[in-house]
């Protein structure tokens, strides 16, 4: 009898501690907006401190290195061919299935057999979380 006293005794402490918690502000008092009124210019964007010639000739952030610096922008003939083919658009399954297999080259026949292997084991999937 005198367990169940203690162990009811702790709950009531630990919900009258949940609830102390629970109703406690939420933010700090110390935060004020400090200004009167017209504080919209401060919620404005600031400037860069950043000059627009120093935009333009280095990579700003891109510095990984603790004691290095960001890196300089180069002509474009000094980069890789294969660079400027990143952006170019792939095409999607649902046309490379359009096309005939015979005739794809052979980067898009790899891409087709990977994404309809991957269409494949999602169905597959799908599939067997149903059952």
């Known amino acids: ?3 169940n006293n203690i162990r009811s005794l702790k709950s009531t402490l630990i919900t009258k501690e949940a ?4 109703s406690q502000r939420a933010f700090s008092a110390g ?4 200004g009167g009124k017209g504080g919209a210019a401060s919620d404005a964007p600031k400037a ?3 000059s627009k010639e120093v935009k333009s000739t280095t990579v700003v952030g891109a510095n990984i290195l603790k004691d290095g610096a960001d890196p300089k922008v ?5 980069y890789p061919d294969w660079l400027w083919q990143l952006l170019d658009k792939r095409p999607a399954l649902s046309v490379l299935r359009r096309k005939s297999i015979e005739t794809l080259p052979y ?3 790899k891409r087709f057999v990977k994404l309809d292997n991957r269409a494949r084991i999602k169905e597959n999937n799908s599939i067997k979380a149903k059952n």
Request: cysteine-free.
């Open 31 to 34: 935060a004020k907006k400090k």
């Open 19 to 22: 609830i102390v918690v629970m």
């Open 48 to 50: 860069s401190t950043l």
């Open 107 to 109: 980067e898009e026949l």
């Open 74 to 78: 180069l002509p474009d003939a000094e």
């Open 1 to 3: 009898m005198a367990m």
